[in-house]
């Protein structure tokens, strides 16, 4: 087993092309459940259905979450996929077998007013005021995760048309600018970036005091430092903001397919959680439209 659980990390680093997160997340259930076979003296290759059912049933006696035991049971399954697609077993063992429901949280959501609040926290009266406002604005304007918003470089921003290119792994999308975002991010590049920077190399659109690429860190001590000062009481990440930016658009009347191209996300279930937010929206809609309301 130890074998071909070599050649399956390789297979799944090589040719799905997965990030490096996802690769170690795959390897850790693998490597677990290799364990479990081992103690329980199974043999991988003649495992059968209620083999699965009952590690998943381990995994919950474990106090292990239904996302993470959803997560075990697709890494055991693309495990399988691969010695079937090579024939090393004769049949998938968890074809049949159901991941365990998820009750999905609601996502966090600011109101506008909120929103406003935190925006307009940051100063323009110093390097690292001009720096915060411009990314606090960013991320409402554009929704990009937080690891998305730290990867990118200058040349990745247009500012003459007002466009963003972001990048990630295979794919490539490219969302607008609005004009307060726009003109924050021209302030910064502008008269900000290059005083910060200390290595004329340096490639990344956001820098921290030091010259250096802003880390995910800095970018949640920035969150949560202005969310003190606006003293909003609600938990607030960078996620946050990218939540309020799908809200507001379908409250505003976006499409989901164009929200969900904005997002990145490859499934349009993944943008559908938030029409939940669109329902109160549409309520009020109607009061103020219909003659009879």
Known sequence: MEKQIELF???????????????????????QYKDYIDVNNLSYTNVKEDDIQAYLLYLKDLNKKATTISRHLASIRLFYQ??????????????NVQAPKINKKAPCILTSEEVNLLLNQPKNVDLKGIRDKSMLEFAYATGMRVTEIISLNIQDVNLDEGVVICTTRSKTRSIPLGKISLNALRDYVTNVRDVLIKDANEQALFVNINGKRLTRQGVWKIVKFYKEQAHITKEITPHVLRHSFATHLLQNGADLK????????????????YIQFQNDNLKNIYKKAHPRA
């Open 9 to 31: 990390f390789n297979f799944i680093k090589n040719e799905k092309k997965l990030s490096d997160n996802t690769f170690q997340s795959y390897k850790r259930d693998i490597l």
């Open 82 to 95: 691969y010695l079937l697609k090579f024939n090393k077993v004769k049949k998938d063992p968890t074809a």
């Open 258 to 273: 164009s929200i969900q191209t904005m997002l990145g996300h490859s499934d349009i279930s993944s943008t559908q959680v």
